[in-house]
């Protein structure tokens, strides 16, 4: 997940490969973009819904978003990024 989100506002993500029912919690590093999916210790942002970030990030990017049905994705943490470079 953290590469994803870190692709994902790199602006390198060309299609976004996701289950259609997934929904993960996180927590961002004020002023360093960072993904934590426990509290740190650190001033952070709570985002309710890490995954509904990732795909308004990388379609105002330019990129395109599918959504897969449930179980498609399992052995790749319900998630997946095809980048550009």
Known sequence: MKNVWQAACDGRGLQL??????????FVEENKNLLHLTPPTVSHAILTDVVD?????VLQKGGQVTFVENQMLIHHERIALITRY
């Open 17 to 26: 490969l996701v289950e259609k029912d997934f929904v993960l919690p996180g």
């Open 53 to 57: 970030d990732i795909v308004q990030i």
